[in-house]
């Protein structure tokens, strides 16, 4: 069982439809952390979340932290084939830990 | 700044053989943790070394080890290989500032065992 579930676990949309996909746990994190990754390369941190309800903005990407740190949600707007990839949430635990989600892999058909 | 490199980038190997990645990571940063990836399993943490030292390590057999030397940089090892250890191995490197605990990854080492 993953610590951190992520739905849905595949995503398939047309470009320019919007999409948000979700990040759960029953634990508490200091951080949460939103990665993508393209096949055959590493992840790439798109942000790091820290404050129970904050909302961060990075052009059309919004992450928001749930208001008890234990969930957060990405929503992607007017999605383009360049936002193909698997999408990772990943919380550092009370142990200084880091934990990952299994992912969403999300592909936008021009 | 140069991102974290690891060499080499693919690997072919057979059962029974040993293989050693290697990963440098961003300087400054002392924390590498390394994980396995596959597609039915996901990011699997292997280990995580810290100026040198374990700090911690996940659900793995004792076939996997690692260390990290004085520059912190880091390899891992992987002895009597199984096919099941096919695998994208991913290294990534942390400065591990107080209070946030952000990654930043290589671009991994494509295993293949046959």
């Known amino acids: 069982t993953q610590l951190l579930e992520q739905s849905p676990q595949f995503l398939s949309i047309q470009e320019g439809e919007n999409l948000t996909v979700y990040c759960n746990s029953s634990?508490?994190?200091?951080?949460l952390q939103w990665y993508r990754q393209e096949p055959g390369e590493g992840p790439v941190l798109l942000v790091t979340?820290?404050?129970?309800?904050e909302v961060k903005k990075l052009k059309r990407l919004t992450f928001q932290f749930g208001d008890a740190r234990k969930d957060s949600s990405l929503h992607i707007t007017a999605a383009q084939p360049g936002d193909t990839g698997l999408y990772l949430c990943?919380?550092?635990?009370?142990?200084?830990?880091?934990?990952f989600g299994a992912g969403t892999r999300l592909t936008v058909k021009p | 700044k140069a991102g974290v490199t690891q060499t080499p980038r693919y690997l072919i190997k057979t059962r029974g053989q040993q293989v050693t990645l290697s990963c440098s990571p961003i300087?400054?940063?002392?924390?590498v943790s390394w994980y396995q990836q596959t597609p039915g399993q996901g990011l699997q943490f292997l280990f995580e070394?810290?100026?040198?030292?374990?700090?911690n390590k996940g659900n793995f057999p004792g076939r996997f080890s690692g260390r990290q030397f004085s520059n912190s940089r880091s390899e891992m090892n992987v002895s009597t290989l199984e096919l099941g250890d096919s695998a994208l191995y991913l290294c990534?490197?942390?400065?591990?500032?107080?209070?946030?605990?952000?990654?930043?990854f290589g671009p991994g080492t494509r295993l293949t065992v046959l």
């Open positions: 990943a919380g550092e635990d009370n142990n200084n830990d880091m934990r």
């Open positions: 300087s400054g940063h002392r924390s």
């Open positions: 979340v820290v404050t129970g309800g």
């Open positions: 634990s508490v994190f200091s951080s």
């Open positions: 070394y810290f100026s040198e030292t374990q700090r």
């Open positions: 990534a490197s942390s400065l591990k500032a107080s209070g946030i605990y952000e990654q930043f």
